[in-house]
């Protein structure tokens, strides 16, 4: 079974542009959380979608963005890029109340 | 607000003596736990979640809701335990999303 997949897996930006990460999540499983997880400080959570709709969302501004596709797979939008935006983005896909999986994650610099 | 402190960043033992990492959250509910783990060059994964009360490759970690905490404990630690171990919660109202900790690196030297 394949696990939950993140394109691409490295990413270079200049500060301001915009940036889309991909993920497909484990076949069957319906829900895809976000995370952001930047230099010292730990997982913090970014969106939460399941079945299409954005159930949940952290404390992130707006130009942090998402949406899921009737397949379950997910983007995570990132417009206005700044400096702090880098950081490794994590995807993870659930089932219930199974616990997470997650991807390898996108290594995302802005310079 | 749900809140999950690591108090560690870094526990270095030998390899034989015992290890503890330590967690403690606030939630107002009752919650789920987890820990999960990232062995080098490795994804994170999920360790053992309170709920199950079971033990994976020798961790265990009894939920103590009178004093808040979720440690992680293991008799004798092996060099392959060397990673970094995340304490996660989960309101208990529809897995809805993690709230992390940040993490503790444990480092067992032979």
């Known amino acids: 079974e394949a696990g939950v997949t993140q394109s691409p897996t490295h990413l270079i930006k200049t500060r301001g542009q915009q940036v889309t990460l991909r993920c497909s999540p484990i076949?069957?499983?319906?829900?895809v959380y976000w995370y952001q997880q930047a230099l010292g400080l730990g997982l913090q959570f970014l969106l939460w979608?399941?079945?299409?709709?954005?159930?949940n969302r952290g404390n992130f501004p707006p130009r942090f963005s998402g949406r899921q596709f009737p397949n379950y797979s997910s983007e995570l939008n990132v417009n206005a890029l700044e400096l702090e935006d880098s950081a490794l983005y994590l995807c993870?896909?659930?089932?219930?109340?199974?616990?997470?999986?997650f991807g390898s994650g996108t290594r995302l610099t802005v310079v | 607000a749900q809140r999950v402190t690591q108090p560690e960043k870094l526990l270095s033992v030998f390899k034989g003596a015992p290890v503890e990492l330590k967690c403690n959250y606030s939630?107002?509910?009752?919650?789920?736990l987890f820990w999960y783990v990232q062995y080098s060059r490795q994804r994170l994964q999920l360790l053992l979640r309170?709920?199950s009360r079971e033990s994976i490759k020798g961790f265990t970690a009894d939920l103590n809701k009178g004093e808040t905490s979720f440690h992680l404990k293991k008799p004798f630690a092996q060099e392959e335990d060397s990673a970094m171990y995340y304490c996660a919660l989960s309101e208990n109202t529809g897995f809805q999303k993690l709230v992390f900790g940040t993490g503790t690196r444990l480092l067992v030297s032979p």
């Open positions: 939630y107002s509910g009752s919650p789920e």
């Open positions: 993870a896909s659930s089932l219930q109340n199974y616990g997470y999986t």
């Open positions: 076949s069957g499983h319906t829900s």
């Open positions: 309170h709920i």
């Open positions: 979608y399941d079945e299409g709709e954005e159930r």
